[in-house]
């Protein structure tokens, strides 16, 4: 399906400078719950069993219905773990009938025969790796990377489009061409690599912030491997799109994103104001925002 959204030059006549806006965001990433029954060591959302389950589920579909109204195309529902939620099948059904893509990014740790079927439903499962074994139960504080591969199998078993997500800070960023190679064995659908901010639980670990010039390396390391094996491995880089994605949190404030947590701005709350009314604060950055979602396309 095709879907259009509205965006449209903005002339200031006094500062005789034009604008490119959009009506409303192309992509929302949605931390419908902040509980996890792990407790990952960077964890951008501070995610752990004392996170807020969210709203209750008929508030949660008319937000969804609200996306909907404005176009949005696609929803990430991230957490915490999604999974978590008794509702995610209903919210996932109800995005499908507002014509939203949908993405559930899960730990796959609390997944089973009933669960599987409503990963089914969705359009890309996100599953995070982030190192050989040692490395991945290192950053989960947990012995779960076996488990993880396991489900990530079965997932993919299940007929569901899978991306492989890997965070990369100073510890493991020796491990990128590693996990790249996974990522082939496994056979996923995309890979990608999310370079470290110190937001969440992260904010502790200032040494782990990778030097840009370390970080144009992986860059092009990932550049050559996308090319040679002609596969869909992408870096995001907070600094490049900082102020250009919305996140709203699991009571529905929106946060325009910057590297540090202290950067990062609560700019309204789509329970009180419409989303395309908090999006038109020019603390948002449009053009990134719609560059950063054309770039995949343009790089494959
Ligand atoms: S990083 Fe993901 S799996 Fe780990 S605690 Fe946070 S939400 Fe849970």
Known sequence: MIKKTEAYIEYDTEADV????????????????????????????????????????DIAKKVINHLGELGINRLDFTGGEPLLRKDLGELIDCAKENNISTIVTTNTTLLNDQNINILRKADLIQISVDGPREMHNYQRQRDVYDLTINNIKKIKEAGCKVRLNSFIFNSNKQYVEELMNLSKELGV??????????????????????????????????????????????????NEYLHSCVLLTPMCDVISQGFYEEDSVKVGNILETPLDEVFSNDVFDHPTHVFHYLQRRLKK
């Not at 419908?32 to 709203?55: R, V």
């Not at 370079?195 to 990932?222: A, H, M, S, W």
Request: aromatic share 12%; net charge positive; hydrophobic share 30%.
């Open 18 to 57: 034009y604008k490119l806006r959009l009506r409303a965001p192309l992509s929302v990433c949605w931390q419908i719950t902040t509980k996890c029954n792990l407790n990952c060591k960077y964890c951008l959302s501070s995610s752990g069993n004392d996170g807020i389950y969210g709203l209750d589920t």
């Open 189 to 238: 659908f995309s890979h990608l690599f999310i370079i470290f901010t110190p937001q969440g639980r992260g904010k502790d670990y200032p040494n782990e912030i990778i030097e840009q010039e370390e970080v144009e390396k992986i860059k092009t390391l990932i550049e050559r491997k996308r090319n040679e094996e002609n596969r869909n491995i992408r870096l995001y880089d907070y």
